[in-house]
């Protein structure tokens, strides 16, 4: 187990190659330009195609075989696949699997915006299920089990649900009861588990494979140490057909991978081997010690996991009880050179390395120094309670057959209350969306979008101008 197939196999052939005369064009790095060269030059032997003894992502046989069984080896599933496109390329190919033109499906309002460009391509009817909210984050959580079963009430023949769980923030829930009820209606239970790579390892939360989900998704390069893009598709099941998912997989997929994305892949199957159980242990513990020295501080504090939830120790999210929004204090931060991974108006959401940190006490100053200047400011009075834009359950207002017949235009976002999107608005990151290419626009929307856009947020979806595509009906 403690190997790197694929890897060994590029290193190999490193070793016999003398003339590269096969794509790519920078032959093996013969070829680049010369100011960025001293930065690539490590990588670009490695970055090859489908040559002899080097396997085929679409046909494995060789290293890539050995690599992706492996890789389910450790996660204890039936079959482990490479995805070079990221968890967006896992999503699209696991709902192409698993649903068809017109089959209803359950699905967390709160997905990444490609579950939903997922749907779309598979001609589905999503059946919408608001989230819980977080009161102290004003984030949302996940669906609650008394939701799903009103929305079986009114959609009696479902073929599925697709959660996404843990949730950006690393909130994590037990789908078991979920996915028991929607396996004896005869559906599968799909998972984007993006934030989740690491789940399963001692100290760590247990993945949804192992709760019920038929198939899930990972993002490695979020959590481990591989390079963007690189991503897991893990099936537990027999629900999940293995010829339609492989097609999937090739239809979404390049038909060029990256062995750069599938060998850090396949190193970071090995990492998480090699990690014994005191360094995970230390690796909690430095979690915990972050969070502490933080909640330490005069203005500044943890988010705390709420009722029901399992939070991903890898996700720390920090509040002030000043009067600035999380996109303010994630300003702070990068003028002191941290970058965290994303704010919204309350939070800011920092990424734990799954290894040792060996500056925590520069970072303790960091923090330190930050406190100060936010005491600086007026205290906080409170939040407002989250806001909830749509109803538990919901549906889009045309499906996405009747959308390919429609025409559309451009209008100010002002303007669009009561038309039907025709391109989702994201404020990204994370993507996921605020209105869904389908929904009507509601003046809530609207005004949550502006609310969101004054506190800093960037949007997709919307130009310079504030306009936004809708079907031109009413």
């Known amino acids: 187990m403690n190997r790197a197939p694929l890897f060994e196999a590029l290193i190999q052939h490193t070793k016999k ?6 794509v790519p064009g920078h032959k093996s790095g013969q070829i680049f330009e010369k100011n960025a060269f001293s930065f690539f030059q490590s990588v670009l032997p490695l970055d090859v195609t489908e040559l002899t003894g080097l396997d085929d992502l679409h046909h494995p046989e060789g290293a890539i075989q050995e690599a992706q069984e492996l890789l389910g080896s450790l996660y204890k ?3 482990s696949y490479f995805l070079v496109g990221g968890s967006t390329s896992g999503n699209l190919a696991m709902i192409l699997a698993s649903f068809g033109h017109g089959d209803v499906v359950l699905v967390q309002r709160n997905c990444h915006k490609s579950v939903l460009n997922g749907l779309e ?32 009430e009114v959609h009696l023949d479902i073929k599925g649900i697709i959660l996404t769980n843990p949730t950006y923030y690393g909130m994590q829930q037990d789908i078991q009861e979920i996915s028991d009820i929607v396996h004896r209606k005869g559906g599968v239970v799909l998972v984007d588990e993006a934030h989740g790579a690491h789940f399963g390892l001692k100290e760590m939360p247990k993945s949804a494979i192992h709760k019920g989900a038929d198939i899930v998704v990972q993002s490695a390069h979020k959590t481990l140490p591989a390079l963007t893009m690189g991503a897991f598709l893990h099936v537990n099941s027999d629900r999940i057909d293995k010829y339609r998912l492989s097609h999937a997989l090739q239809m979404i997929q390049s038909s060029s991978p990256s062995y750069l994305i599938m060998a850090s892949l396949d190193l970071s199957r ?5 990690l014994t159980a ?12 972050f969070r502490m020295d ?6 500044l504090q943890t988010v705390k996991t709420p009722k029901g939830y399992v939070l991903d120790p890898l996700k720390v999210t920090v509040q002030t009880d000043r009067d600035i929004s999380g996109y303010e204090l994630q300003h702070m931060f990068e003028e002191e050179g941290l970058f965290s991974e994303l704010a919204d ?4 959401l920092f990424i734990l390395p799954l290894g040792m940190m060996d500056d925590l006490t520069q970072l ?3 923090f330190s120094k930050i406190s100060y200047k936010l005491s600086l400011y007026k205290i906080r009075k409170t939040y407002s309670k989250p806001l909830l834009l749509f109803p538990s359950v919901s549906t889009l207002s045309v499906s996405y057959n009747d959308m390919k017949k429609m025409s559309v235009k451009e209008l100010s976002i002002q303007k669009a209350d009561g038309f039907i999107a025709a391109e989702a608005i994201i404020p990204y990151p994370p993507g996921i969306p605020l209105i869904a290419k389908g929904e009507k626009i509601t003046s809530a929307c609207i005004c949550h979008y502006f609310f969101l856009k004054e506190k800093g947020a960037r949007f997709q979806g919307v130009n310079e101008l504030e306009e936004m595509y809708v079907f031109d009906i009413r």
């Open 17 to 22: 190659s003398k003339w590269s005369f096969h």
């Open 77 to 79: 599933v039936k079959n």
């Open 121 to 152: 391509l598979s001609g589905a009817y999503p059946v919408f299920l608001s989230p819980e909210m977080d009161v102290e984050g004003g984030f949302p959580l996940g669906v609650n089990v008394d939701t799903v079963e009103k929305a079986l």
């Open 270 to 274: 090995m990492y998480m081997e090699k």
């Open 278 to 289: 005191h360094e995970l242990g230390t690796i909690a513990h430095q979690s915990e010690r």
């Open 294 to 299: 933080i909640d330490n501080l005069e203005c």
């Open 345 to 348: 108006e309350r939070n800011v």
């Open 364 to 366: 303790k100053e960091v």
